[in-house]
């Protein structure tokens, strides 16, 4: 055998050792890929992302989609210990397929983000800066990032090195320009924030729309960000140009985009201080 086939040949034997990266169950709305050892990536169509997580008693969902089809029994697939089902913030492509579920845990500060879901006929229960999700052999930590949303929050594995940001910083672009709106410095205190959590050993960002990456992200990214939110605070950002997508018509009149080392915000000019 010549030496590249048998490279591959031995390759191809760890991949399937391990199973990871390995496609698990896939159907018409979405794709699981296994991460790492007890965590999966389910990516859905519509380029949204959820993360399942699962300890030695308890098991935990980060996020819903948009619309997914029964995803009670799919994520039953996976993990059928007892499900903590955690939204990283209460946008509809985060927040869209809480139905089937008994029980959500989210921040109160997107409460009134919920009126623009269907009806959600379960029990809330809020969660806030600190708090912590008993999963047995692992705790899953919540640390509160407003500036996307009010309520946004990040979800710190750190036994693993590991944080779900869902759209707190975003996946390349971070989204500012949505009602209700948060001052720059709101933004900017929070990527301050994860700075600091990930110089203490969190090494990847696994972001709410991984589609778009395919990779975690690492503290670099933040630090461009908070470069960025800073110049826009400071008015030396790179001139921004119109950003085009309105998204569920809560955007502000003009938003515009920007960008520097390979980050961007969209943000409304007018409701950015
Ligand atoms: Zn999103
Ligand atoms: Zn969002």
Known sequence: ???????????TCIRLNTGLNAQVFSNADLKITK???????????????MYIIEGSKKAMLIDTGTNCEKLDEVVHRIT?????????HMHL????????FKDIYFHPADTLLMKRLKPFYGKV???NDGDLFDLGDKTIEVKHMPGHTPGAIVLIDRSAGNCFTGDAFGSGLVWLQLWPFSPIKTYIRSCDKMEKLMSNGINNIYCGHYPYLKKAL???????MKKLAEAIDNGSAP??????IHYLDISGPNPTITSLNGVSIVYEPSKIK
Request: net charge negative; no cysteine; glycine share 2%.
């Open 239 to 244: 001139s921004p140009h119109p950003y085009e």
């Open 125 to 127: 229960h809020y969660v």
């Open 93 to 100: 492509d985060h927040a869209g397929n809480i139905t089937p």
């Open 80 to 88: 059928q210990k007892p499900l903590y089902v955690v939204i990283t």
């Open 1 to 11: 055998m010549k030496l590249h086939i048998i490279i591959i040949f031995v390759f």
């Open 35 to 49: 991460l790492e050892d007890k965590l999966w990536v389910v990516e859905t169509t519509d380029k949204t992302t």
């Open 218 to 224: 690492s503290i670099d990214y933040i630090r461009n």
